[in-house]
């Protein structure tokens, strides 16, 4: 079964700690997107990468920078978190053209405390 | 810009009736759209995707149909279970971007 695994289910961080959330994907997908979830305003995408070192700004990537240097993981960092960034981290991946669709992780619910 | 909306936003059924999920969005220049379950607390699932070219798949008790003339998806449900018991996301993609529905929250009562 093909599959997008975020490392961690649920992360409790203190104000200004660097975090990192990584996903693996194991199914030769070029696209990965990290999302975030919050209540009243939906799935927003903070950054996405169509291939091995390559990264674009998605709605809101204030705050957050990505890393990818092999083809299945794909990282989110959050150099200095803040309360605000409290939240549900989702990780997705699609083949390069979308047709078949997206695959999700499982979240990582990650609170700063 | 498209926009994807969801209504309604929350529906309560008894345990087996057959329900109709709505998706609208207001550019026909679609790739696909997909649907999701997601569970609380947990990531999205995926449940059925139509391309551009279909009008209709079906997996099990759930039908989804695609009328891109009038930016309409429907995700029918047979024969409702407990289990069902999720929010229920469309997913539009066209040009470069996916834009999410809000979702509907189900609730199916034994």
């Known amino acids: 079964d093909v599959k997008v695994t975020q490392s961690s289910r649920y992360l409790v961080k203190r104000t200004g700690e660097k975090v990192f959330l990584e996903c693996v994907q194991d199914?030769?997908?070029?696209?990965m997107f990290w999302y975030r979830q919050d209540p009243g305003l939906g799935l927003r995408l903070i950054y996405f990468?169509?291939?091995?070192?390559?990264?674009e700004k998605g709605d809101i990537p204030e705050g957050y920078s990505v890393s990818r240097e092999k083809k299945e993981r794909f990282s989110l960092i959050l150099e200095s978190a803040s309360t605000n960034q409290t939240s549900m981290y989702l990780c997705?991946?699609?083949?390069?053209?979308?047709?078949?669709?997206?695959?999700f992780g499982s979240g990582t619910r990650l609170t700063v405390v | 810009k498209q926009e994807v909306t969801q209504i309604p936003a929350a529906l309560s059924v008894p345990e087996g009736e057959n329900l109709v999920l709505n998706c609208s969005f207001t550019?026909?220049?679609?790739?696909?759209l997909q649907w999701f379950r997601q569970d609380p607390g947990k990531g999205l699932t995926s449940l059925l995707l139509?391309?551009?070219?279909?009008r209709e798949q079906t997996s099990g008790r759930l039908n989804a149909s695609l009328d891109k003339s009038s930016g309409r998806s429907t995700l029918y449900i047979a024969a409702s279970q407990p289990g069902d018991s999720a929010t229920y996301l469309c997913?539009?993609?066209?040009?470069?971007?996916?834009?999410f529905g809000a979702g509907t929250r189900l609730f199916v009562k034994a």
């Open positions: 997705a991946s699609t083949m390069r053209q979308a047709n078949y669709g997206y695959t």
């Open positions: 199914m030769d997908h070029e696209n």
């Open positions: 990468s169509y291939d091995v070192k390559m990264k």
């Open positions: 550019d026909s220049a679609i790739y696909n």
């Open positions: 139509i391309q551009s070219s279909q």
């Open positions: 997913a539009v993609t066209g040009g470069f971007k996916t834009i």
